[in-house]
């Protein structure tokens, strides 16, 4: 049972050093107000006083008092000796020292800014064998007003402060209170209610019972009849100022406690005063420990674990002579990836359906423009109009079919950005799911995004030459195309009408190849004899038909060719461009490109020292575990009364 708190101490001082402020350790907070007597009911435990002092904000953080008794060394007088958890090979027994440390500590944690707090706590380790052992965590008392130099929001910083520590369903509350102070306006309790409404948290302290009104006591208060908690209320006589201005010791003071307490509150027999409290919160701790530990060591086996995933999801270090093998590793995973990516997915949906999209958006450009193109068709049949009065049906269609190819080229050309912006998104994506090295993935980042960015350029330019190829010549080996030709010939020469809409549109091989079979040019039916002044209506409606029809050859053609074209140049030609390039540029960098980035780096130095520390917690609960007695967990508060 001795060794319970004890092994509490251990483990604060292990999570400290890591600043695992989750774990939720058994410890008893003290709570109160400014010169609520907080210092000297501590001081009182010790036995000694060693607390900085004075009428302002003199904790200015959580300060955690371990108290631990040694075997007594047969001296004849008791020694005390203090440890501090960043000095920790260094031991002083002079409390004019240890107190200029403390505040020397607060200094420090808060950067020397004065009257500030902070939520660093300070650990002080006190051995004697006067001690009983203990672990109480001091904390700023409550202020409500700005004094000095203290922040504007000193109030609020404290209260936050103090509900982070007491809020630790763990911990027990030290609810301190001067007894010529109303314990209906009490801080400290109103604090307690908040996280602990039921009181099963918390052990009222009365102080000050010696300075109370004359005609008065605190009986009815400390009986319980006023304010119950389920710890129970007990009531001590501090050191007063004038008692230290007077250097009265704490042994002394304790003395007159004493003889203060028998003289006034006899009933209480010795369920009252420092020492009692101090042995009550002793017994409390112990019992609150033995509550705990069960829930603690779940915890603690469960960090491990978690830790342990941890680890395991950041992999192994590697080693120097592996990091050329895995730098060859991760470019063949980040292309593989981006295979995936791009062949299956929602990427590869998105990119496969803009490729469609481009097939339909060239195959259907023209669709919905018959009759308005028929100005630009008049216009065309009148800027080829010969001296004779002879308009060139053959260069008037010609420039409009030209006219019509070349509206594709914007939409081609769009199209190709956003297959483009896809591939770019997969890249980003492969780097994010495949490469876990920072500086090999910034420049794969920059030498893919180059060479695609280079590709879209040459796929623009592919797009620009081949619509330059479609309108440089316009000509049709399609049957029905050169029958309708020939029979606009035939009955516009002999004044009749052109019988085209007897044409069907769906006898014509729209996938028919071009290049395929011998060139018949349209020049062959194309001299239209007419005025300037005069074009008939008839003529514009067989030139827009001719027009229509051809660029529905040259869109499916068109259509079939480019989005095959993007993707080869886009994706296929780019990937091999990358691989070249990239091998050119990792060559001998292996030791710089297979190196964690420094917050992988701090992750997995942090996991491990956590792993580090929770084995050795674990190794902690074991050594006491086993060996207590849970039967043994007792009522406090019955046993006080027996």
């Not at 010549?473 to 029905?480: A, C, D, Q, T, V």
Request: proline share 3%.
């Amino acid at each position: 049972m001795d060794q319970l708190i004890p092994a509490i101490n251990n483990l604060q001082l292990i999570f400290k050093a890591t600043g695992a402020e989750e774990i939720k350790l058994p410890q008893i907070v003290v709570v109160g107000s400014q010169s609520s007597g907080k210092s000297s009911v501590l001081e009182s435990f010790v036995g000694k006083s060693f607390l900085p002092r004075g009428t302002d904000i003199v904790t200015r953080c959580p300060i955690i008092l371990q108290l631990l008794k040694e075997e007594d060394n047969g001296e004849s007088e008791a020694t005390w000796k203090y440890q501090f958890d960043h000095e920790p090979n260094v031991e002083y027994t002079d409390t004019e020292k240890v107190r200029q440390a403390l505040e020397n500590r607060m200094d420090e944690l808060t950067d020397h800014k004065d009257k500030a707090i902070t939520d660093t706590p300070i650990i002080v380790r006190i051995r004697s064998p006067s001690v009983i052992p203990l672990t109480v965590v001091d904390l700023p008392g409550i202020v409500h007003l700005k004094i000095g130099d203290q922040p504007d929001n000193i109030e609020d910083q404290v209260r936050e402060l103090i509900m982070k520590h007491i809020s630790n369903p763990n911990a027990i509350i030290l609810a301190v209170n001067p007894a010529n102070a109303d314990i209906a306006n009490a801080e400290s309790v109103k604090l307690a209610q908040q996280v602990d409404p039921t009181g099963e948290r918390t052990l009222l302290v009365i102080t000050k019972l010696d300075l109370m009104d004359k005609g008065t006591n605190a009986t009815r208060l400390l009986s319980g009849e006023i304010i119950k908690v389920n710890h129970g209320i007990v009531g001590v006589v501090n050191r007063s100022q004038q008692n230290i201005i007077d250097n009265v010791s704490v042994e002394e003071a304790l003395q007159n406690e004493s003889r203060f307490l028998k003289k006034n509150y006899a009933s209480f027999k010795d369920k009252i005063g420092s020492q009692f409290l101090a042995r009550k919160l002793n017994q409390l701790l112990i019992q609150h420990i033995k509550t705990c530990l069960p829930n603690l060591t779940k915890y603690v086996d469960e960090k491990i674990q978690h830790h342990k995933r941890v680890i395991d999801q950041l992999g192994p270090l590697v080693k120097d002579c592996e990091k050329q093998s895995v730098l060859e590793e991760s470019i063949i995973k980040f292309f593989e990836k981006f295979h995936q990516t791009t062949t299956t997915g929602s990427l590869a949906i998105k990119i496969s359906i803009n490729a469609d999209e481009l097939s339909k958006k060239i195959r259907n450009h023209n669709n919905n423009i018959e009759g308005k193109i028929d100005n630009e068709i008049r216009d065309a049949l009148k800027n080829y109009t010969n001296f004779e009065g002879f308009a060139s049906l053959e260069e008037a269609f010609k420039s409009v079919s030209r006219n019509k190819i070349k509206e594709l080229l914007p939409v081609a050309i769009k199209e190709a950005r956003v297959i483009h912006t896809l591939l770019s998104e997969s890249i980003d994506l492969s780097l994010e799911e495949g490469v876990k090295w920072p500086q090999l993935s910034v420049l794969l980042s920059h030498i893919t995004k180059i060479t695609l960015r280079g590709q879209l350029s040459e796929t623009e330019k592919m797009i620009k030459e081949y619509l330059k190829v479609q309108r440089c010549m316009i000509y049709s080996l399609e049957p029905k195309f050169r029958e309708m030709t020939k029979e606009w010939e035939r009955q516009e020469l002999s004044t009749g009408e052109p019988n085209y809409e007897a044409i069907d549109d769906e006898n014509v091989d729209l996938n028919n190849n071009l290049t395929k079979s011998s060139i018949k040019l349209v020049h062959q039916a194309a001299v239209l004899p007419l005025t300037t002044r005069e074009i008939k209506p008839k003529t514009v409606d067989y030139c827009r038909h001719l027009v229509l029809k051809y660029c529905r050859i040259i869109q499916h053609e068109v259509g079939d060719f480019l989005p095959k074209h993007c993707y080869y140049f886009l994706y296929e030609k780019s990937v091999e461009l990358m691989k070249s390039e990239i091998r050119k540029q990792v060559a001998g960098k292996h030791s710089t490109l297979i190196s964690e980035s420094e917050s992988v780096a701090l992750n997995r130095k942090y996991t491990e020292e956590m792993l580090s520390k929770l084995y050795k917690a674990q190794t902690v609960i074991d050594s006491f575990r086993h060996s207590v007695d849970f039967s043994s967990v007792i009522n406090i508060q019955e046993s006080d009364t027996e």
